[in-house]
């Protein structure tokens, strides 16, 4: 296969692949604490012949590839919502969830109570305190988050007494990016990545950290692709004309 075709073909398999990553930021646009996803580009040079018989060195092709996605960290805006239990995170910390299959990590603090008086996310994860899981009595009224992430409430209904019910626990890694999205707005520390204790993050009570995509962008970018990626066929078509016109008149022999 010819150069023009080769370089025209690794161009669009990495517009391709590109497109999945916006489209996955716009479709998260309204979910809460989302970290958008970027790709990232690097010129790959390959010589086009590789026999040894050639006198000098061929001169090298520059094809397209999509070395990684890489995660934008910034913090999305904070939203009130008044719900005692919504926590927004201040800096560059995660709340920390039990899930079936071990802790992960999350910026969605969206949070409510189960049946079990259990603190949980919106899918049901127990969200863990720096003691374990953080259970609140049926009697427990003014739920208060310090900043800190110390959660108190009124315990009792005829004599009433502050009571803790424990310390969000906020933590932290030495390099975000070696994260895992799983899905459902959560992260996994691959193996040999630990977390850290997070002293410096705070705790917003009564907010929640929406996503950090900018739709705006998002959608110049989807148009972009596109109008490129069209382009590129075309590009590709007129070099198929091309060479078809090249063979039939060298086919045409004079008598």
Known sequence: MENTLLVA???QMVLERQMDVVANNVANANTNGFKADKSLFEEFLRSGAHEDNFVGNDRRVSFVNDRATIRDFAS???LQTGNPLDV???GNGFLVVQTPAGE???RDGALQINAQGQL???GGNLVL????PITFQATDRDINVSA???ITVREGTVTQVDSIRGKLRLVTFNNPQQLVKEGANLFTAPAGVAAQPDTLSRVNQGFVEKSNVNVVTEMTRLMEITRTYQSVASLMQQQNDLRKSAIQMLADVPA
Not at 129 to 132: Q, R
């Open 9 to 11: 073909l690794s161009r």
């Open 76 to 78: 999305g805006p904070n």
């Open 88 to 90: 927004a995170v201040n």
């Open 104 to 106: 992960r990590y999350t």
């Open 120 to 122: 949980v996310t919106n």
């Open 129 to 132: 305190g720096t003691n374990g």
């Open 148 to 150: 800190d992430g110390t």
